[in-house]
């Protein structure tokens, strides 16, 4: 599955392998997002508490997503042909949730 999956996540497949040695009994998980391009950056600024793992940080007072002006990274095409593609990998996902 590993190699199935190799350029169709943001990990690189040496990473994955890695996690999943690591901590074998612990399942990865594969989440599907659509990431889209900002038309203008958002600052944000940082604080102590962002410092060591990173991996769930409290990003309250930044603006609403819905209301910030953004573009989709893929074309409609394009992401459905990876959602497909990495479904079909994984034994297929949940319909996805769209947030705008």
């Avoid at 943001?10 to 074998?24: G, I, L, Q």
């Avoid at 910030?68 to 079909?88: C, I, M, N, Q």
Wanted: glycine share 8%; hydrophobic share 40%.
């Amino acid at each position: 599955m590993l190699d199935a999956l190799d350029g169709k996540v943001v990990w690189a497949r040496d990473y994955v392998e890695t996690r999943y040695r690591w901590k074998s009994r612990d399942p990865l998980h594969v989440l599907a997002l659509r990431v889209h391009r900002l038309d203008e950056p958002v600052v944000v600024p940082f604080r102590d508490e962002y410092g060591g793992c990173t991996s769930w940080v409290d990003l309250s007072g930044l603006p609403d997503p819905a209301s910030v002006a953004s573009t989709p990274a893929l074309s409609d095409v394009a992401f459905d042909a990876r959602y497909k593609g990495a479904g079909e990998v994984v034994g297929g996902f949940t319909p996805p949730v769209v947030e705008r």
